[in-house]
């Protein structure tokens, strides 16, 4: 007989709730994505920066080498925002650092290649969360052949 996965899920409904979130598209990543793309900046959407690393990264922008992670309160452990689980504490308490621990890791991936990992929380401002992803990804795209010399008036 197969052994079963332990789940998370303390009843069927918590099980359906589960399903049901999803893994991209939210509204805080919409927001920040629209955020972005005001500015000016075209990105992928869910793209593993490094393809030999399996974590996905919500914007990539490839030639700037810079990943955007939207960090959901409750998944990834916000010191400002997450709960604890009445139901299933351990459980998820674990859950979350584990998150933790791959969040960094991803992150030390990352920065050993050469990317700049910008992190931002669902509660975030977009527009303010945009902003930082457009000065990062405009310092490390601007070299002499971008920067343009206003002529001589």
């Known amino acids: 007989m197969a052994s079963q996965r332990p789940s998370g899920a303390s009843s069927e409904g918590v099980r359906k709730s589960m399903r049901a979130n999803k893994g991209r598209d939210t509204k805080p ?3 920040l994505r629209r955020a972005v793309h005001a500015l000016g900046l075209r990105y992928r959407v869910s793209t593993r920066p490094l393809s030999t690393v399996r974590r996905t990264a919500d914007l990539t922008f490839s030639r ?6 939207l960090d959901g309160c409750f998944w990834h452990g916000c ?3 997450h709960t604890k689980s009445a139901t299933n504490s351990e459980y998820w308490a674990e859950k979350v650092h584990r998150n933790q621990e791959r969040d960094r890791e991803t992150d030390r991936l990352l ?8 992190r ?5 401002d977009p527009a303010c969360g945009a902003a930082a992803v457009e000065r990062e990804v405009r310092s490390r795209t601007s ?9 001589p008036s």
């Not at 700037?64 to 992670?69: I, L, N, Q, W, Y």
């Not at 920065?111 to 910008?118: C, K, L, T, Y």
């Not at 070299?143 to 002529?151: K, M, V, W, Y």
């Open 64 to 69: 700037a080498k810079v990943a955007v992670f």
């Open 111 to 118: 920065r050993d290649s050469g990317w700049s990992v910008i």
């Open 143 to 151: 070299g002499p052949r971008d920067r343009r010399q206003a002529p």
């Open 79 to 81: 010191p400002e925002h």
């Open 29 to 31: 990543e919409l927001a």
């Open 120 to 124: 931002i929380w669902e509660h975030e």
